[in-house]
């Protein structure tokens, strides 16, 4: 039994090029540091900076507009530059900035530097996303984007479990970490993929095709986005307004609410790779889909149904978890299974808008939501839109079949 579980393991790790190795190795180093964005709702309700739970979420908001023009733009600039390109562009620009919203005390300051912030930031997913399709092969290529998450989860789990820690010290360490990770993180883009690894795919000379297909005119994948942006921003609350559930209601310590971040990343580390490994390929990606959306509406119902414990934000993680893993990875097989090299840029960057558009409803939603009528009633919201979504596209999947 033991020596099968081995041999599974080592099974959905092979077969992965050594740029999509690297490329996830960058990722690791950079997200690493993902400490302001989860303390981010805390931080602003703090005593020392004294803002509302409104203002707080319209901050967020602002990130995910922010998000959306960073999308877009990352999304036009990979198809002209070249991932490489727009991914230390982003890195870099991303770095000093995060570390200078950390010296923002005034709201109006906090609001603008947020949106820059913003825009960097998120114009280097759109050049990510293309990356590790053009380091992948059809074959592989949700695990190779798996192998990417967990990267990124890992990451995340090093940096909530330390930025819970740092956040009863000091919030503003949490700018300075989250920035110098990306400055690192751009230097390992630098130094061990290197220009020439941008020729191998067809990437070159695929820019220069005179006919390009445009995502905005596929409308299979406009409703695949509009069924995104429902489950997005249901998503969202995850790392927006549920630390905040947890410190209000739950009465748990920063460093809790940490861990509980922490294990988010755990379990993706832990098995997605594996779970991905058995499923990819077995049935239409948006089977899985449809699954992982409705444990992600189930998680946030449970919150209300079960009793304020820690015990329930456990359950609730590990069930949201679950959905996610089984869900997001066939996203964006989706997704790249409709472009072609000259056009795979324009279809990540409405992709990573998808996502940017529901960063600024979830956020400012969620915190109107919790604010004017109470937790409860926000999940209760929450877990009918995430169904919503889930119907949505168990109907784009009889579609498709059609």
């Not at 939603?365 to 919790?370: D, N, R, T, V």
């Amino acid at each position: 039994m033991f020596a099968q579980t081995i041999s599974l393991y080592r099974n959905a790790y092979s077969g992965l090029s050594k740029s999509t190795w690297l490329l996830s190795l960058v990722m690791l180093v950079n997200r690493s540091g993902t400490m302001v964005v989860p303390f981010m709702t805390i931080y602003l309700t703090s005593p020392s900076m004294g803002y509302s739970i409104g203002q707080a979420g319209l901050v967020m908001g602002i990130f995910g507009l922010g998000a959306v023009c960073g999308g877009f733009l990352g999304g036009r600039l990979t198809d002209r530059l070249g991932y490489r390109k727009v991914q230390l562009i982003a890195l870099i620009g991303g770095g000093f900035l995060f570390i200078l919203l950390g010296q923002m005390k005034n709201f109006p300051l906090i609001c603008g530097a947020t949106f820059l912030l913003s825009i960097v930031n998120e114009s280097f997913r759109p050049a990510n996303s293309t990356a590790i399709a053009a380091y992948s092969k059809e074959e592989n290529r949700t695990r190779s984007f798996s192998l990417n998450r967990l990267a990124v989860n890992l990451g995340w789990a090093v940096g909530g479990a330390m930025g819970g820690i740092l956040a009863s010290i000091n919030y503003h360490l949490l700018f300075w970490v989250d920035g110098c990770t990306n400055l690192a993180g751009a230097l390992l883009l630098f130094y061990l993929l290197a220009p020439a690894g941008e020729k191998t795919p067809a990437h070159k000379t695929a820019v220069t095709t005179a006919t390009v297909a445009s995502p905005y005119r596929d409308p299979i994948y406009l409703q695949f986005i509009l069924f995104t942006i429902f489950f997005a921003t249901c998503f969202f609350q995850l790392f927006t307004i549920l630390p905040l559930y947890y410190k209000k209601v739950l009465h748990l310590q920063e460093y809790t609410i940490g861990l509980l971040m922490t294990l988010n990343g755990l379990i993706i580390t832990a098995f997605e790779m594996v779970l991905v490994f058995s499923m990819e390929g077995k049935r239409q990606n948006l089977v899985y889909i449809v699954y992982g959306v409705c444990l992600v509406s189930l998680s946030f119902l449970l919150l209300n149904i079960l009793p304020p414990l820690l015990w329930t934000a456990v359950l609730c993680m590990i069930l949201v978890t679950v959905g996610e893993i089984t869900s997001m990875p066939f996203m964006n097989s989706f997704w790249i299974a409709r472009t072609n090299p000259a056009n795979r840029g324009q279809y990540a960057g409405l992709y990573t808008i998808a996502w940017s558009v529901a960063q600024v409803i979830g956020p400012a939603g969620g915190a109107q939501i919790a604010g004017h009528a109470g937790f409860t009633t926000l999940w209760w919201t929450v877990a009918a839109v995430c169904l919503c979504a889930a119907i949505g596209f168990r109907l784009l999947r009889k579609r498709t079949e059609r």
